[in-house]
């Protein structure tokens, strides 16, 4: 016979998914070795090159819990690192 019956389970959390609205205010910027700010953004579109489809408008991050690890980071090239210093925002 099947009843309705609530149980706890354990389960293991693994990782946080955050998907940020920035309404066309992304802000970031590339540092040197040293610390010193080469260039970068102060409001505007989600560059190319930060993960997932997010349209310009979302900041989509995927971290693990354990390690605090981004994990659906994808490096980006020289040439979009270069185009967002000069403040290209197609790349």
């Given at each position: 016979?099947?009843i309705?019956?609530?149980?706890?389970?354990?389960?293991?959390?693994?990782?946080?998914?955050?998907?940020?609205?920035?309404?066309?205010?992304?802000t970031a910027?590339?540092?040197?070795?040293d610390?010193?700010?080469?260039?970068?953004?102060?409001?505007?579109?989600?560059?190319?090159?930060?993960?997932?489809?997010?349209?310009?408008?979302?900041v989509?991050?995927n971290i693990?819990?354990?390690?605090?690890?981004?994990?659906?980071?994808?490096k980006?090239?020289?040439e979009?690192?270069?185009?967002?210093?000069?403040?290209?925002?197609?790349?």
């Amino acid at each position: 016979m099947k009843i309705n019956q609530l149980k706890t389970v354990n389960v293991e959390a693994k990782e946080i998914r955050l998907h940020l609205k920035v309404s066309d205010r992304f802000t970031a910027f590339i540092h040197d070795q040293d610390g010193e700010q080469l260039g970068g953004q102060d409001g505007g579109y989600v560059p190319d090159f930060m993960p997932q489809q997010h349209y310009g408008d979302y900041v989509i991050l995927n971290i693990d819990l354990d390690t605090g690890m981004v994990t659906n980071w994808r490096k980006p090239t020289a040439e979009q690192i270069e185009a967002f210093i000069a403040g290209d925002t197609d790349q």
